[in-house]
């Protein structure tokens, strides 16, 4: 009899008997499990969600009331999938929250096996220092805290700022590899070298003579919005805009050429005004932070509209697209899909073209 890809087989009596024989000792038949993970084609088991910026803000800001950034550790409210309930993740294999920092405050020192990164969406006077070295944040910028790397928080400005945490943290935790250290006694990481080193000594097409490194992240830890979006408007003036992604750029390692760290891939996107992408879908997952512009995306035939400092997930193999309104839009974005190259598994469909 034809049977389907990994159809289940018929549990009769005898074989639910002698399943339930065996059960005790710690094996299980694979004809039983084949068909809840042998699929023709990726299901993610996130799903498609945006997180409202605005409606989400007055409880963060009411956490600055409950507990302090020290208490805390670090106080984030968690942009957890929900579908994915209690797992403290954004999607299958990320992790995403925003982060409230009050003037005066410290956020000690830190260090962990997840990578990390921060996009800055509110306020300014803050900064994150990387082994010592302050990167000053303003909206739109981008600093990364790698794997192992030192790194504290602080507010020497007079407003509250908020930023996007995005991190491997669900990766990490499945392949069981999770280690955190804080600085000694709990304390801050002294300070280092002069604000924008890393961005002179090697974001600047240049780098120090001699210079070699084994690490896999990139040296450059700040890239201010303000270069990011002269860039993307300079390109827009070429007039070749991708019929998928608009006008796209990832973020990269200078010294390699690969993305900015391992586990996560960032990129910024140009939507000229009133453009509507044609469908696409790949392995990765896409966590969206939306800087400038309003619009929605259609996920798997479903709008979910959006605007200034909105998030939203995308999952693997969903078909989807963008509809960009009367303004630019700009769309920070973040994803796994430097995983899946790395290990031969991305793919892509282009309309219905898969490659």
Not at 89 to 94: E, G, I, L, Y
Not at 181 to 202: C, K, M, S, T
Not at 307 to 323: A, I, M, N, T, Y
Request: net charge negative; hydrophobic share 35%; with cysteine.
């Amino acid at each position: 009899m034809a049977r389907s890809l990994h159809e289940r087989p018929e549990v009769t009596p005898e074989r639910e008997a002698f399943y339930d024989k065996i059960d005790p000792l710690a094996v299980a038949p694979l004809w039983e499990r084949l068909f809840t993970f042998m699929k023709k084609e990726p299901e993610m088991r996130a799903h498609p969600h945006v997180w409202k910026y605005d409606e989400i803000r007055p409880s963060l800001m009411e956490t600055a009331t409950l507990i302090t950034a020290e208490e805390a550790e670090r106080r984030v409210l968690i942009l957890e999938n929900p579908a994915l309930k209690g797992e403290t993740a954004a999607s299958d294999s990320m992790f995403a929250g925003f982060q409230l920092i009050m003037p005066g405050e410290v956020a000690p020192t830190h260090r962990h096996s997840p990578a990390a990164l921060r996009f800055i969406v509110e306020g300014e006077g803050a900064y994150t220092a990387i082994n010592g070295e302050k990167a000053p944040m303003k909206p739109g910028d981008l600093i990364l805290t790698p794997s192992g790397v030192w790194h504290d928080h602080g507010n020497v400005g007079t407003t509250p700022v908020v930023w996007l945490d995005g991190l491997d943290i669900p990766l990490i935790r499945t392949l069981g590899t999770m280690f955190t250290d804080l600085y000694e006694d709990g304390g801050i990481h002294p300070e280092g070298r002069p604000q924008f080193d890393n961005v002179a000594r090697y974001g600047a097409n240049m780098r120090p003579m001699n210079y070699k490194s084994d690490e896999l992240h990139s040296p450059v830890f700040h890239y201010p919005y303000d270069e990011t979006r002269s860039a993307l408007m300079s390109l827009k003036k070429a007039d070749e805009v991708d019929p998928f992604h608009g006008i796209k750029m990832q973020y990269i390692n200078p010294n390699t050429g690969a993305p900015v760290m391992p586990t996560l891939d960032c990129y910024m996107e140009l939507l000229p005004a009133k453009m509507t992408t044609q469908e696409f879908q790949c392995t990765a997952t896409w966590i969206y932070s939306v800087v400038e512009g309003t619009g929605r995306t259609v996920i798997n035939g479903t709008p979910y509209e959006w605007g200034p400092r909105d998030v939203f997930v995308v999952p693997g193999w969903l078909p989807h697209h963008h509809e960009c309104d009367d303004d630019d839009a700009f769309l920070f974005s973040f994803s796994d899909k430097g995983v899946h190259e790395k290990l031969g598994l991305y793919r892509e469909r282009r309309g219905n073209v898969t490659h």
